[in-house]
T-cell receptor
């Protein structure tokens, strides 16, 4: 069935460094790829998303890249800050088919001051 | 103040009891979703509904039931048939197919004693 693999499961960086989280998906018809940030005990919040008609999208310190040929997409956070510490989830879906999201397993990011 | 509310935040139940988790949204979204989250894992889809009076099973529907009598409400019942009900339950809503973005509620942590 449809599957999304996410790596690494944990990531520790020094404040100011960059962090990269990678995901691969199995369904070649997927066309929507969101990234969510989840703080402890709370619901996930969308931080950035990308659709299959673009290869890269940037929003201040956050960027996402998509390689449809390789079925691979990545989240890049630059100039990390302690408040970036959270669990990050990638997901994939065919947004014109009811919006069913398939989630990766999550990455626990820790930014050390 | 628009958003998704889930109640209660913490819920305890004894084995063999059914329990209903509430999810309400005032975003005028057509679609609603229920996910289960276990420690260190991604979100798994339990049920989803794209329109009032209609819903479909997700990947792990066994032991759960839902109803969608109103656009704003999508309650989830965890039945005694669910073998491992202790988990964090998240409700989400979206407006498919125009946007795949899902908005999440704060979650309900269910513990079976």
């Amino acid at each position: 069935g449809e599957n999304v693999e996410q790596h690494p499961s944990t990531l520790s960086v020094q404040e100011g460094d960059s962090a990269v989280i990678k995901c691969t998906y199995s369904d070649s018809a997927s066309n929507y790829f969101p990234w969510y940030k989840q703080e402890l005990g709370k619901g996930p919040q969308l931080i950035i998303d990308i659709r299959s008609n673009v290869g890269e999208k940037k929003d201040q310190r956050i960027a996402v890249t998509l390689n449809k040929t390789a079925k691979h997409f990545s989240l890049h956070i630059t100039e990390t800050q302690p408040e970036d510490s959270a669990v990050y989830f990638c997901a994939a879906s065919r947004y014109n088919q009811g919006g069913k999201l398939i989630f990766g397993q999550g990455t626990e990011l820790s930014v050390k001051p | 103040d628009g958003g998704i509310t889930q109640s209660p935040k913490y819920l305890f139940r004894k084995e063999g009891q059914n329990v209903t988790l509430s999810c309400e949204q005032n975003l005028n979204h057509d679609a609603m979703y229920w996910y289960r989250q276990d420690p260190g894992q991604g979100l798994r889809l339990i049920y989803y509904s794209q329109i009032v009076n209609d819903f479909q099973k997700g990947d792990i529907a066994e032991g759960y039931s839902v109803s969608r009598e109103k656009k704003e409400s999508f309650p989830l019942t965890v039945t005694s048939a669910q073998k491992n009900p202790t988990a964090f339950y998240l409700c989400a809503s979206s407006i498919p197919p125009r946007s795949g973005e899902q908005f999440f509620g704060p979650g309900t942590r269910l513990t079976v004693l």
